[in-house]
């Protein structure tokens, strides 16, 4: 088990983080500093690290050594507060331990196979969190928001194209290209990088660099979302515009009508133009910080608190 450590040696609350983390989700961790609060990482795939067998590990023997695993971390920090990553094997190890009550994170919307799950984990007593509003207010569970961390020198990298989307296809290739040839229509100059499953995700820098070579981001989320991605939070962070087709950023402090449009709005080249080339609206810092990791951490220890 890895993650931050204070500099003293015993503190008030001690959160471990169990899940497949991304690397840009590990980032925000380790980057959290509270002298009253403890962050440490857990991520089940470190069993197999370096090991040059692990392709030949059947699933299912993975998973049992990964609850297994979980099941000793548990029993050895029993003062802890545990938040696990909403992946099956997770979901499926919390319905079958009731050792402690722990935090389920939805990094995604919630699937049709996970509803059946939703009201089991609640029956168990696990506090279930959701970034997408819809979702929290369908299956009565708690809100948070996406969060990310700002990489200092990254909103500095040269501009080479007018719009950007690096990402899994997710469905969206379709919808992305005839975004594309509409704007390449207008005389835009368009950059587009879908990754397939069979494919690794890029490492989140690699990601960041890339999609920043152009001045406006394009978010597409997938139908039945209603929370934002994470692209809403970069634009903001390196000072980039953003073309969506999540309509519910008109409501979020995010906005600004200078910094987004919406896909339904692409109705001319000028239109378009004078979005591009008027002057990105600072997001305020305040605003910022309820999009940060610590915000996150704020809500569990205050649910902890008081419950």
């Known amino acids: 088990m ?47 690290k370096d090991k040059k067998y692990k392709s030949l590990v059947p699933r299912n023997i993975k998973n049992f050594l990964y609850k297994k695993k979980i099941k000793q971390i548990i029993g050895r920090n ?81 501009i080479q194209y007018d719009f950007s989307f690096i990402g899994r296809d997710k469905n969206r290739g379709n919808i992305l290209n005839r975004i594309k040839k509409k704007l390449e229509d207008y005389g835009f100059s368009v950059y587009i990088k879908l990754i397939t499953d069979k494919e690794s995700t890029l490492p ?49 402090e995010l906005y600004n009508n200078n910094n987004v449009l919406l896909t339904d709005e692409l109705k001319s080249a000028e239109s378009i133009s004078s979005f591009l080339e008027s002057n990105t609206a600072d997001v305020p810092e305040r605003i910022m910080d309820a999009f940060n990791f610590d915000a996150l951490v704020e809500k569990i220890s205050d649910h902890e608190a008081k419950n």
């Open 78 to 158: 029993t003062e802890s507060i545990f938040v696990f990553q909403d992946s099956r094997v997770f979901i499926e190890f919390l319905l079958s331990n009731t050792e402690s009550r722990s935090h389920v994170l939805f990094r995604n919307t919630i699937s049709e196979e996970n509803i059946p799950n939703i009201g089991r984990l609640k029956s168990h007593g696990h506090i279930l969190w959701s970034f997408d509003k819809d979702d929290c207010s369908k299956y009565k569970i708690y809100h948070y928001n996406q969060f990310s961390k700002y990489i200092p020198g990254i909103d500095k990298i040269a």
């Open 2 to 48: 890895s993650g931050t450590k204070t500099k003293n040696s015993k503190t008030a609350i001690s959160i471990i983080m169990i899940g497949f983390w991304p690397d840009y989700e590990r980032q925000c961790f380790e980057a959290f500093t509270d002298k009253n609060i403890e962050i440490s990482i857990f991520d089940p795939r470190d069993i197999f």
């Open 204 to 252: 989140y820098m690699e990601y960041l660099k890339e999609s920043c070579r152009a001045k406006c981001f394009i978010d597409i989320t997938k139908e039945g979302q209603s929370g934002l991605t994470l692209r809403p939070i970069e634009a903001a962070y390196y000072n980039r515009k953003l073309l969506t087709n999540n309509k519910n950023i008109l409501n979020s």
